[in-house]
C-alpha cells in the first residue's frame, strides 16, 4: 500500500514538472482530484487571467477540490466535463445542513436541470411499503434506531401510496441529471464560455487580453495539449519503471557476482596456498633420485604428523609408495610428487628448491637397512 502511494505521488509531480513551465496549464488537488483548467481556476495555484468569473476553485485542508456556492455553501467537485460542460458534486446530504434548497442565482450553472424531491421521516419497521409504493431512496445517514429517512421525487408522489408510517420532513430544488441518483452526485451546467466545440475538436478554450474567449491549439497543425500531457505521461511512466528496473537487476546481479567471487576466492586460499612464479621442473633422473619408499602395514614414517599427503590430501595407506624430498625431508605420494615436480622445481611444502647436486642412490625395494628407506614390519 505505501509503495503504491509513493508512487501515485511520484507520478503526480511527474506531470507537474512536466506541465510546469507552461502559462495557465492544468492544476490538481491531489493526484486524484479532477483536472482544473480554463474556464475554472484553482485559487493560489492559478494566475487570475487563467479562469472565468464566477467559475473559481479550492483545495481543502483534505486535497479535495471544493466549489463555493454564492449561498455561502460549499461542495466537493469529484469530476469536470469539458466537453459536455457539466461538473458534478458531492451531494452531502449526510452534513447538518444537508437537507437544503441549492440555489444557483447569481452563479454561471442557471441552466441546469432542477428537480424536486420530497424527505418522509418513517417508522423504523417500514411496515407499511406495498407494491403500490413508489421508488423511495433511503438515506441511512440521516436516520436512527428509532426510525429511516427516504426521499422521492416529488412528481411521483401521486402515482403510488406513501407508507402511513411516514411523514412528510420536508421538499427541495437540486440540481441533477435526468433519471440520475441525488444520493451519488448532483450535477452543474454551464452555457457560458461555450467552449465544447474546441475540446471536441481536440482544443481547449482561452481568453484574449479583451477578454474574448478563443480556441487555444491546433487540431490539424498540432498536437493537442491535453494530448501532449497523456503522451508525455505515458511515455515517461513506463520509461520510469523500466529505469528502475534495470537499476535493480544490474545491482542484484553485482552483487550475486561479488558474494560468488568472493567465495571462490577464500575456497581457493583455503584449498592452494599461494605460489611464486613458476619455474621450470626437474628432469626425470632428477625426480627418481629423490629416496622412494614403500610403506609397510603400519604406515609409519619418521615424523607423527607425516600420515597424509600434503597434494592429494589423501592418508597413506600400505604398500603404497612415497617419495621424500632430501633437502627438507617431506613426504609424498610418490605419483603426486612426481607430478609436480615435473611441473615445479620447489617442495610444494616448504617452497625450498632442492639442489640438483644432491643425488641419493634411489632405493626401491623394502630393506631394514637402507638409510634412506622407512619399512615396518
Known amino acids: 500500500m505505501e509503495t503504491t502511494k509513493t508512487l501515485t505521488l511520484l507520478l503526480f509531480f511527474l506531470f507537474k514538472s512536466i506541465s510546469g513551465d507552461e502559462d495557465c496549464t492544468p492544476?490538481?488537488?491531489?493526484?486524484?482530484?479532477?483536472?482544473?483548467?480554463?474556464?475554472f481556476l484553482l485559487r493560489d495555484r492559478q494566475p487570475a487571467r487563467c479562469g472565468f468569473a464566477g467559475f473559481d476553485l479550492s483545495c481543502n485542508k483534505k486535497n479535495q477540490t471544493l466549489i463555493k456556492l454564492p449561498s455561502g455553501r460549499s461542495f466537493i467537485v469529484r469530476s469536470i466535463s469539458y466537453a459536455t460542460?457539466?461538473?458534478?458534486?458531492?451531494?452531502?446530504?449526510?452534513?447538518?445542513?444537508?437537507?437544503?434548497?441549492?440555489?444557483?442565482?447569481?452563479?454561471?450553472?442557471?441552466?441546469?436541470?432542477?428537480?424536486?424531491?420530497?424527505?418522509?421521516?418513517c417508522s423504523s419497521q417500514l411496515s407499511g411499503f406495498t407494491f403500490q409504493t413508489p421508488p423511495m431512496l433511503p438515506f441511512p445517514c440521516?436516520?436512527?434506531?428509532?426510525?429511516?429517512v427516504f426521499a422521492l421525487r416529488t412528481a411521483w408522489t401521486s402515482f403510488g401510496d406513501i407508507p402511513a408510517s411516514c411523514e412528510e420532513m420536508t421538499t427541495i430544488s437540486v440540481p441533477t441529471r435526468r433519471f440520475g441518483d441525488i444520493r451519488d452526485e448532483l450535477t452543474l451546467m454551464w452555457f457560458t464560455p461555450f467552449c465544447g466545440p474546441c475540446e471536441l475538436d481536440g482544443r481547449t478554450c482561452g481568453l484574449k487580453s479583451d477578454g474574448e474567449t478563443v480556441c487555444?491549439?491546433?487540431?490539424?497543425?498540432?498536437?493537442?495539449?491535453?494530448?501532449?500531457?497523456?503522451?508525455?505521461?505515458?511515455?515517461?511512466?513506463?520509461?520510469?519503471v523500466c529505469l528502475i528496473g534495470l537499476v535493480c537487476y544490474a545491482f542484484s546481479k553485482a552483487r550475486n557476482y561479488n558474494h560468488s567471487h568472493r567465495q571462490n576466492v577464500e575456497l581457493f586460499s583455503i584449498a592452494i596456498t599461494p605460489?611464486?612464479?613458476?619455474?621450470?621442473?626437474?628432469?626425470?633422473?632428477?625426480?627418481?633420485?629423490?629416496?622412494?619408499?614403500?610403506?609397510g602395514e603400519s604406515c609409519r614414517l619418521p615424523k607423527d604428523d607425516d600420515?597424509?599427503?600434503?597434494?592429494?590430501?589423501?592418508?597413506?595407506e600400505p604398500k603404497e609408495s612415497v617419495r621424500?624430498?632430501?633437502e627438507c625431508n617431506h613426504y609424498f605420494h610418490a605419483d603426486c610428487i612426481d607430478e609436480w615436480l615435473r611441473l615445479n622445481a620447489t617442495c610444494p611444502v616448504c617452497r625450498k628448491s632442492p639442489e640438483s647436486s644432491s643425488v641419493v642412490t634411489p632405493c626401491s625395494s623394502i630393506s631394514s637397512n637402507s638409510s634412506h628407506t622407512n619399512t615396518e614390519e
Open 85 to 121: 460542460q457539466v461538473i458534478s458534486v458531492d451531494p452531502d446530504f449526510c452534513s447538518p445542513e444537508g437537507i437544503a434548497d441549492i440555489k444557483l442565482t447569481g452563479t454561471p450553472f442557471d441552466f441546469s436541470v432542477m428537480d424536486s424531491y420530497t424527505f418522509y421521516n
Open 216 to 240: 487555444v491549439g491546433s487540431s490539424s497543425d498540432g498536437i493537442p495539449r491535453s494530448a501532449k500531457y497523456g503522451l508525455s505521461v505515458g511515455i515517461g511512466v513506463p520509461a520510469l
Open 275 to 295: 605460489q611464486p612464479p613458476s619455474t621450470t621442473g626437474l628432469d626425470g633422473p632428477t625426480i627418481d633420485s629423490y629416496p622412494k619408499t614403500i610403506l
Open 307 to 316: 600420515g597424509t599427503c600434503p597434494i592429494c590430501l589423501s592418508d597413506y
Open 324 to 326: 621424500t624430498i632430501p
Open 27 to 39: 492544476a490538481f488537488c491531489s493526484p486524484t482530484g479532477p483536472q482544473v483548467r480554463f474556464p
Open 142 to 148: 440521516l436516520g436512527s434506531v428509532n426510525h429511516s
